[in-house]
């Protein structure tokens, strides 16, 4: 949610605690609370801005709940918002940590004008058997501010376009752990996407300049596409890490056999350290990302994609795309202070940044003058052992690029 790290940072300022009756959670976690439930509640006016959708502004209603430990393990957060794109949005988050490796996620919004989204994710990274884990994600959404500049590195931002992202699909992941600290996990994927006119009036329709010759996938598809991945992981938390090794090596197959609409191929390979010092004072975080595709007529939407929140910061989501691409993000976490009130403990950091990436159509053409350099600053609120609220400023060429949400980028 873009106003958490807002609320976070006002905790020292305002909220109340309460006690809400236990009935009113979802019987899956209720047994985890006492009853009455202690909750810290926080209203706040939300101010947030990200490259595709310009200026968010609204108020929201912050709920830290805590469990039978005193540990905040869920969170709640009905809000309301005004942008000049999608007017009015009103929005519901909720995610429950009953367990240290379970969740539940929810996200609800409806906006006046086009944008939609119900998501549901569940984790269990011990589920039925010590040695199994699941991962699951419902979706159905729809993100009038999308954009698209054209393929390769060398896209231009005189060429923006804007278009309706229209998802509904659904995302399993099965995982198996033969041997510490090998895991493999099969996944499997289906969705439907349908491009519409966007919400930016301003920008064309991305058919107004780009031919559905050029964009594969732009007058919509379907997709069924199915995953193996070998991992070595030794992070010491699924969610939040801050010591540990994690590699994934993956291949992914889309068959018309199966209801895609066009056969490929997607190999990635990707390496996380996250290096501790001073008693997790300081944390040196690394990551090394590839993704190659393969086929012909790959739907855009499937390609190598560069561009947002959790991959290049100093550009809105999906900037650039192309068949490969190549990322490295240098990231060190601070942490300045730690503070309590309300018995919720928040630790302050302060997150400087280096982005580096590049997409190619194969990684023999990858040239070292095509890579971006984005260098910024994030600032972190972590209520542990759960909860991450974050604003992340990076610099690339189109100008500086804000982003503000729930988790880690990586």
């Not at 009853?35 to 209203?43: C, G, L, M, S």
């Not at 992981?233 to 540990?244: F, Q, R, V």
């Not at 499937?302 to 561009?307: D, M, S, T, V």
């Not at 989501?317 to 942490?335: A, G, H, W």
Request: aromatic share 14%; hydrophobic share 40%; glycine share 8%.
């Amino acid at each position: 949610m873009p106003g958490f790290l807002i609320m976070v940072m006002t905790l020292l300022l305002t909220g109340c605690s309460l006690g809400l009756p236990r009935d009113y959670l979802p019987p899956p976690v209720q047994s985890d609370f006492p009853d009455p439930v202690k909750t810290v509640a926080i209203p706040l006016p939300v101010v947030a801005t990200s490259p595709n959708e310009g200026i968010t502004f609204g108020g929201l209603v912050a709920f830290l709940l805590h469990d039978s430990h005193d540990q905040v393990s869920a969170l709640v957060v009905p809000q309301e918002n005004y942008n000049q794109y999608f007017g009015y949005t009103s929005s519901l988050y909720a995610a429950f940590y009953p367990e240290p490796d379970r969740s539940y996620k929810l996200n609800l919004a409806k906006a006046t004008t086009i944008n939609e989204e119900l998501k549901f994710r569940y984790q269990d990274e011990h589920f039925l058997f010590p040695r199994f884990y699941l991962s699951a994600h419902a979706f159905t959404y729809a993100d009038g501010s999308a954009r698209f500049f054209g393929f390769q590195s060398t896209s231009q931002k005189r060429n923006e376009t804007n278009y309706t992202d229209h998802e509904t699909g659904i995302a399993l992941t099965v995982g198996y752990r033969p041997a510490y600290p090998f895991e493999i996990a099969l996944g499997e994927r289906f969705k439907d996407v349908d491009i519409r006119p966007g919400a930016v009036k301003s920008l064309p329709f991305i058919t107004g300049v780009f031919s559905p010759d050029y964009v594969p996938g732009v007058e919509g598809y379907h997709l069924h596409a199915q995953k193996l991945s070998v991992l070595y992981n030794t992070l010491n938390s699924s969610g939040m890490p801050t010591e540990g090794t994690y590699g994934r090596i993956s291949i992914e197959n889309s068959s018309k056999m199966l209801g895609s609409a066009a056969p490929f191929l997607t190999y990635e390979a990707e390496l996380k350290l996250y290096r501790p010092l001073q008693e997790e004072r300081f944390i040196s975080v690394f990551r090394f990302a590839f993704n190659q595709n393969e086929g012909n007529r790959i739907p855009f939407l499937e390609q190598a994609i560069l561009g947002g929140e959790t991959t290049l910061r100093g550009y809105g989501q999906n900037r650039f795309v192309d068949k490969s691409y190549m990322l490295v993000n240098l990231e060190e976490r601070i942490r300045l202070f730690r503070w309590e009130v309300f018995k919720v403990k928040a630790d302050w950091e302060l997150a400087p940044f280096v982005d580096l990436g590049t997409v190619m159509r194969s990684l023999v053409e990858v040239k070292r003058q095509s890579f971006e350099f984005n260098p910024g600053i994030g600032i972190r609120a972590v209520v542990r052992p759960n909860i991450v609220g974050r604003i992340d400023v990076g610099f690339g060429k189109d100008g500086p690029a804000v982003f503000a949400g729930l988790g880690y980028p990586f």
